[in-house]
């Protein structure tokens, strides 16, 4: 663990995937504050953690490719929202989706259903919390909240 500025993770996380954006036509809007405060994190494991979740925003994208990636400062945490216009999960599995090996009933066929539960596993494990967020037919947003290091 080592404290880590959040833009530099997503960044890193937003490099691995400039391919895929870049082919899919998405629009890109990103929302961190330079002088947001430094997490405490792995960097391998919180960009694991990031790189499920932007990986999930681009392959439930409709027709509308459009992803939000936005952070903030509240309190002791920085919050990381990642927010795609996306097929949303239903209500009813939204509890369920970070659960090992559960996918909502509109997810493709491609995946294991373990994205989510790595990317919850990671949070928790660095202290933080994950949630979701989603309607269906307009999108999800997922949530990362982690802690400011040295608080």
């Known amino acids: ?35 947001l405060p430094l997490v405490r994190a792995d960097r391998t494991a919180m960009m694991l953690a990031l790189d499920n979740l932007v990986d999930n ?24 929202d990642i927010q795609d216009r996306g097929v949303g999960i239903s ?3 939204l509890s369920n989706v970070r659960r090992k090996f559960v996918r909502g009933r509109l997810a493709r066929a491609d995946g294991s259903g373990l ?6 596993r990671i949070v928790a494990d660095h202290r933080g919390t994950f949630g979701l967020e989603s309607e ?16």
């Open 1 to 35: 663990f080592e404290p880590i500025a959040p833009s530099e993770l997503m960044d890193d996380v937003l490099q691995n995937f400039r391919h895929p954006l870049s082919e899919g036509a998405f629009t890109v809007e990103i929302d961190m504050p330079a002088d």
């Open 57 to 80: 925003a681009i392959r439930y994208s409709a027709q509308q490719r459009s992803i939000r990636i936005s952070a903030r400062r509240d309190g002791p945490n920085v919050l990381i």
């Open 136 to 151: 269906l037919g307009s999108g999800t947003t997922a949530r990362v909240s982690l802690p400011i290091a040295g608080d």
């Open 115 to 120: 994205g989510l539960a790595i990317a919850s």
């Open 91 to 93: 209500p009813g599995e």
